[in-house]
């Protein structure tokens, strides 16, 4: 077996000594890595014992250290903001933008509700009408959507079967001038009031009440047009007498059921596209830089062990040396374990809801504690 050296005490770097060198030409790391690794080695027994590691070794475990630290800080932030980064261009680095959050992305999803209320929405709305034969009572619509031509089914949304709104049974600008109106509008509380000449403080609810009880009089004590419509099969009560057409508004299945996609290239589509680089070493501030020297010799202990671990006992003069292989490697993988937890709950207690709420409870405290504070008596 060749004789292949082991670390020394003493390590020199230049560009090209890490496996991918992501942060080889940063000055602040080409410094800190030489000292990262007289770390490593003191904190792992040299000189008092061998370390069967070299400055290489120390080298990729620090590269590995500061990587997994951008990782987790940028997941975290593309977790944090992804609803507003969704759609925007991946043409540029996110390293260093700050990320304002936006109604964009939610008004794009709140358009498919709008659809389905009848508000708005994203899917175009069409009209249309229906020859209406006197004595007969039922129609089929997708049979009518087979004649216009209409691929696939349809589904209505609205037929316009309804007499005069209510508020023109009520609301007459020259109310008690012998139209024969008042007593109507005594009926629902506008007695002695005419809305053309008076002005009344009211909500707006007030008048959207008096308009529901007027409409549900007219359907429960007088005879009224009504519908039925199941499965796209249209009844319609009463029995028409006479032809005429009906009106009616639908979408179309195939437009309700597409997806909307956006052509556009060099989109934001997934969290593997928004573009986040490998962090700036120089920009990381000390609070981050010690995390990742600790994650660094956890790496390092780690390699340590499964590298003593080839060898169990090794031979010494007049007796047996046994390696501390299964300790080294437990420490390592609990400390990995720590110091991710720590750095996870950290991210999560810096972030926009936690914040947040952390203002909230500092404005209830501050208040309480005024509250206990006696107030002056004024004497004039």
Not at 235 to 260: A, L, T
């Amino acid at each position: 077996m060749a004789n292949i050296q082991t670390w020394n005490g003493t390590a020199t770097f230049s560009a090209g000594m890490t496996p991918f060198g992501f942060y080889d030409n940063d000055s602040e790391f080409q410094t800190d890595i030489i000292k990262v690794a007289k770390f490593c080695g003191q904190r792992l027994g040299y000189p008092l014992m061998d370390v069967e590691l070299q400055s290489g070794s120390f080298f990729a475990c620090f590269e590995e250290a500061i990587t997994t630290y951008g990782n987790e800080v940028f997941t975290y932030k593309i977790r944090e903001n992804y609803l507003n980064l969704e759609g925007a261009s991946t043409g540029s680095s996110m390293n260093n933008q700050l990320t304002d959050p936006t109604l964009n992305r939610i008004v794009q999803i709140s358009q498919h509700y709008g659809t389905e209320a009848g508000v708005g929405g994203n899917v175009t709305k069409y009209s249309g009408s229906i020859a209406i034969t006197g004595s007969q009572q039922n129609y089929d619509l997708d049979a009518w959507a087979e004649q216009q031509g209409i691929s696939g089914s349809i589904e209505v949304r609205r037929v316009f079967y309804e007499s005069p709104p209510a508020i023109q049974r009520y609301f007459d600008p020259y109310a008690g001038t012998g139209t024969g109106v008042q007593s109507l509008m005594s009926s629902f509380g506008f007695g002695q009031m005419s809305p053309g000449i008076n002005f009344m403080m009211m909500p707006t609810s007030y008048d959207v009440q008096l308009i529901q009880a007027i409409e549900f009089n007219d359907q429960i004590r007088k005879s009224a047009y009504s519908f039925e419509i199941t499965n796209n099969q249209l009844k319609i009560f009463p029995v028409p007498v006479r032809s005429g057409s009906m009106f009616f508004e639908y979408f179309k299945n195939e437009d309700k059921s597409k997806i909307n996609y956006n052509n556009s290239t060099n989109l934001i589509t997934n969290v593997g596209e928004v573009p986040y680089d490998n962090p700036t070493y120089s920009h990381i501030n000390s609070v981050g830089r010690q995390w990742i020297f600790r994650y660094t010799l956890a790496l390092a202990k780690e390699l340590l062990a499964y590298i003593r671990g080839k060898y169990q006992v090794v031979p010494v003069p007049g007796s047996e040396a046994t390696l501390n292989q299964a300790d080294l490697l437990a420490d390592a993988r609990t400390e990995k374990v720590e110091l991710m937890t720590s750095l996870r709950e950290m991210l999560n207690q810096t972030g926009r809801s936690a914040q947040l709420e952390a203002q909230a409870k500092e404005a209830e405290d501050v208040q309480s504690t005024l509250k206990s504070i006696p107030m002056t008596i004024y004497v004039g």
